[in-house]
């Protein structure tokens, strides 16, 4: 039976975990779009409850009962499985990150390896959704898209190999304890600048959001979707930038542990570096015009990948020599 | 408990690779092939290899069959869809698979299997392999890892000069 009582208490973690990120993706809208009015000296939802507090549980009930459209000429079963396609990679990935030294939901011993394998999958309902609106702006999107997360995938892949190199593991729980004294950040700029950089390009995020640049193609992927398959998306792009953002935390910032001499709970920490990490993707939005695709491109493929490899050379040398 | 999983993988390969070969729309094929390749990867866990899964799903489901749907994706695929799916083959088809499953079946029965291995580990704990593969990729395989290293460079290039319309010299 103690299987069994495994099992049991795993899917308890999971149900609070998944329902734990719903509600806090739900806020974190909430809290993008009070950030930005601020930016732009506007006040942002004001209107349901005190400082539109209720408004993330009004938009969702929004969207909830809004009529679900599927477009005649799409391709049905892929249209609707899009979406899920979306989302469930980015809540997986959940399964292994830790959220402070005791609550987790599990540890593997290739934690890092299996968040990049399962977030790389999220590319896929993209260029799904893409492909099976039938529609122009949708299409132009997904290839955008596909293009951008595969060649940022790849920084992002070997900007982590630095912080790995000197933890000596996968497992994320111990690559947190091997930065009990120093975080890996100060040893690793280098390799945190462009961790950073892949990571707003692998959620889409501003100034690389040109998958769903509004301007240029409606939506992009997502045009034609409206109701709880368009919040699907949106959930999915809100939980991989939680996601990210935690592995950015594990890997450059110490995870779960603080400076000794403010003896706050681990949970405590991990939840104000993750609130530090999402204002600045905010902020990014609200400060930065977007990237042109050629500068994407060039920006990624001959300023990153050199300086990342460069990186990984001087790492792997340095340890060699000292370590 | 590990041969009740192996056959839901083993299920789940064999049919979604039957219903990946029958569609007539090539992206519903190629969508069929990623999650075969998910029962593989499931498969390698089974096996504990759980590296190699995860290679198996961070190279082929999220890099290369990315490639391929973004390549078919630019194809009329209502076009491909009208053509004549079969070819009307079937005597050459059956003399082949009665051939490839002799030589599958003479191969098998020399083989001597190793009896099946405990699945000691539960939901909190894995066996680590990394660092056994990193090892033996690096001492004893090296030469064979370099060849294939060298082996895609050299496509690398040849992809690059033939997407590269005009090479100024």
């Given at each position: 039976m103690d299987m069994a009582l495994e099992v049991a208490v795993a899917a308890i973690k999971i149900f609070?975990?998944?329902n734990v990120v719903q509600l806090v993706v739900a806020y974190m809208i909430y809290v993008e779009r009070k950030v930005i009015a601020h930016a732009q000296l506007r006040l942002g939802p004001m209107r349901v409850g005190w400082h539109g507090l209720l408004q993330p549980i009004a938009d969702g009930l929004k969207l909830f009962l809004k009529e679900d459209i599927v477009p005649d000429k799409a391709d049905r079963i892929v249209f609707v499985l899009a979406p899920v396609m979306v989302l469930v990679p980015a809540l997986v990935v959940y399964a292994v990150l830790p959220f402070s030294a005791t609550f987790y939901i599990t540890q593997i011993n290739i934690g890092l390896f299996f968040v990049l394998a399962i977030s790389s999958l999220g590319v896929f309902g993209v260029v799904m959704a893409g492909w099976a609106s039938n529609s122009k702006y949708s299409l132009l999107g997904a290839l955008r898209s596909a293009a951008q997360m595969l060649s940022y995938e790849i920084f992002l892949g070997f900007s982590?190999?630095?912080?790995?190199?000197?933890?000596?593991?996968?497992?994320?729980?111990?690559?947190v304890h091997a930065q009990r004294d120093v975080w890996f950040v100060f040893y690793q700029p280098v390799a945190f600048i462009v961790f950073f950089v892949a990571a707003l390009a692998e959620t889409n995020r501003a100034p690389f959001d040109l998958p769903e640049a509004e301007t240029e193609l409606v939506a992009g992927f997502h045009t034609e979707y409206s109701g709880m398959k368009f919040a699907f998306f949106f959930l999915a792009e809100y939980a991989s930038m939680m996601v990210i953002s935690t592995i950015g935390i594990v890997l450059f910032f110490g995870g779960w542990e603080g400076p000794d001499f403010i003896p706050l709970p681990g949970f405590v920490w991990y939840c104000l570096k993750l609130g530090a990490f999402m204002f600045v993707f905010i902020w990014l939005r609200a400060t930065l015009p977007r990237y042109r695709y050629d500068q994407l491109m060039r920006v990624g493929w001959k300023f990153m990948?050199?300086?990342?490899m460069l990186n990984i050379f001087l790492?792997?040398?340095?340890?060699y020599l000292f370590l | 408990m590990e041969i009740y999983f192996f056959y839901m993988f083993a299920g789940g390969m064999i049919i979604t690779s039957l219903l990946m070969v029958t569609r007539a729309n090539v992206i519903h094929a190629a969508l069929l092939l990623v999650l075969t390749f998910f029962f593989l990867a499931g498969v390698f866990v089974l096996a504990g290899a759980e590296f190699l899964a995860a290679v198996q799903i961070l190279l082929y489901a999220g890099g290369i069959m990315v490639l391929y749907l973004f390549s078919i994706m630019l194809m009329n695929v209502e076009v491909a869809v009208r053509m004549r799916q079969w070819h009307r083959q079937g005597v050459v088809v059956f003399v082949a698979v009665v051939l490839l499953g002799l030589q599958i079946w003479a191969v098998l029965g020399e083989v001597e299997f190793a009896a099946p291995k405990q699945w000691e580990w539960s939901l909190g704990a894995t066996p680590g392999n990394v660092e056994a593969i990193g090892a033996v990729l690096y001492t004893k395989f090296l030469f064979p890892f370099e060849v294939a290293s060298v082996l895609l460079l050299a496509a690398m290039i040849g992809a690059i000069v033939l997407a590269k319309r005009r090479i100024e010299r």
């Open positions: 609070i975990v998944v982590v190999i630095g912080p790995l190199m000197l933890a000596g593991s996968l497992n994320l729980q111990e690559i990948f050199p300086l990342v790492t792997g040398f340095l340890k | -």
